[in-house]
């Protein structure tokens, strides 16, 4: 195998970016092959910036030193070629949302940055700079405007990257994540006043489609999956036992999903008079007879919301509420978390939502001075008139 050390490498404009040239061995061959590897933003760095950050790498993967020959020799790995075995190995025993969002942080971010690097000179100051390099890239979205991605999307990212990676090798580091631009913005959710006016002007199933999802806070995959099977209306309750991902029935979403979901009497009596006496087939399903699709309920719901003037809201607006009012209401937590298919409370808390009215009415409730003694109320003492302390 040919090897020349003391490489410098090429720094190259590529659009925004500047981009380092070198050559790395291959293993088992003669010749080496040219690689790059972005280094920076060109309104963050100069190229001589860029040059320096380039030797530096060099020098961290070890292409400059003489037993670096001998490593390469052993088949030293790439991440390109351990995220095509990770992605066969263990990415396809995910479920297929997962699989779908995974894959696609790998194909958009990890691989164009990290793939042509040996495994093991992803460090921590390597996604460190990964990091950096997220928080400038820039994306269309479907309507036209473009985006960067959010704090949330680089961390989830660099999450996919950890499970890569292992946690023997990340658990010491301290990585830098961009803050929240608006770390104050709440999840939009449905309050039940609103979930009442968007059932009362849904027609047809999508009323009692609409009127499930608020009622039980059941996720739209598990609505779109449910069977006239699983409904035992006599008890007033639902089994969940599957959900609808892009048409495919899959396994509910985690090990508490599978679930049963007991309703009250008015939904019982909206999905009897629905149902009409079908006693097979799905509960809700297009003319054709299939499952309903995700993108289709949210743009029934869109039109909704947009007719009543209600602030836009997803489908997940819906759970939201519903966990939100259970929590309001006192639902003890062992039975939240049954009914809702979380495995903490910790993730329950993240769809909690109260609003300024209901946290002043649990002051007033909860108020020491405002419980009962004796016919006038709680005795104090008399102030000095000065105010001032004694």
Do not use: C
């Amino acid at each position: 195998m040919s090897f020349r050390s003391g490489q410098s490498g090429n720094v190259v404009r590529k659009g925004h970016m500047w981009h380092g040239r070198f050559y790395v061995d291959v293993p088992g061959d003669e010749a080496r092959r040219r690689t790059s590897v972005p280094l920076g933003s060109i309104h963050s760095m100069k190229k001589t910036e860029a040059r320096r950050k380039l030797r530096a790498m060099l020098e961290e993967m070890g292409l400059n030193a003489d037993q670096h020959l001998e490593r390469a020799s052993l088949g030293g790995k790439t991440f390109s070629t351990e995220a095509a075995w990770w992605r066969e190995q263990k990415l396809s025993k995910y479920k297929p949302s997962s699989q779908e969002a995974m894959g696609g942080h790998l194909d958009k971010y990890l691989i164009p940055q990290l793939g042509s690097l040996p495994m093991a000179a992803i460090d921590e100051r390597r996604v460190q700079e990964l990091i950096t390099d997220l928080e400038r890239v820039e994306y269309i979205r479907s309507d036209g405007v473009k985006k960067k991605l959010s704090p949330k999307s680089i961390r989830n990212v660099v999450g996919v990257l950890k499970q890569m990676l292992g946690k023997k090798v990340w658990r010491d580091w301290n990585l830098a994540f961009p803050e929240d631009i608006d770390p104050d913005k709440e999840q939009r959710y449905f309050t039940p006043a609103e979930m009442i006016q968007i059932v009362n002007a849904a027609d047809g199933q999508w009323k009692v489609l609409f009127a499930l999802m608020a009622g039980s806070g059941l996720r739209i995959g598990e609505v779109s999956g449910l069977e006239i099977e699983d409904l035992d209306l006599a008890a007033g309750l639902i089994r969940v036992r599957r959900g609808i991902w892009k048409g495919r029935a899959i396994t509910p979403k985690t090990k508490r999903g599978r679930r049963t979901v007991f309703i009250e009497p008015t939904l019982v009596w909206m999905l009897s008079s629905y149902l009409a006496g079908r006693t097979s087939g799905r509960v809700f399903q297009t003319a054709s007879g299939k499952p309903h699709s995700r993108h289709n309920v949210w743009r029934k719901l869109k039109l909704i919301l947009k007719s009543l003037g209600l602030q836009p809201g997803g489908l997940h607006a819906f759970r939201h509420g519903r966990v939100s009012m259970l929590q309001a209401n006192g639902m003890p937590g062992d039975l939240l978390l049954e009914q809702v298919g979380h495995s903490n409370l910790k993730t329950t808390s993240g769809y909690t939502h109260f609003n300024d009215a209901f946290r002043q009415r649990m002051a007033r409730v909860q108020g020491l001075f405002s419980q009962e003694d004796g016919p006038n109320g709680p005795k104090f003492p008399d102030f000095p008139s000065t105010g001032r302390v004694m």
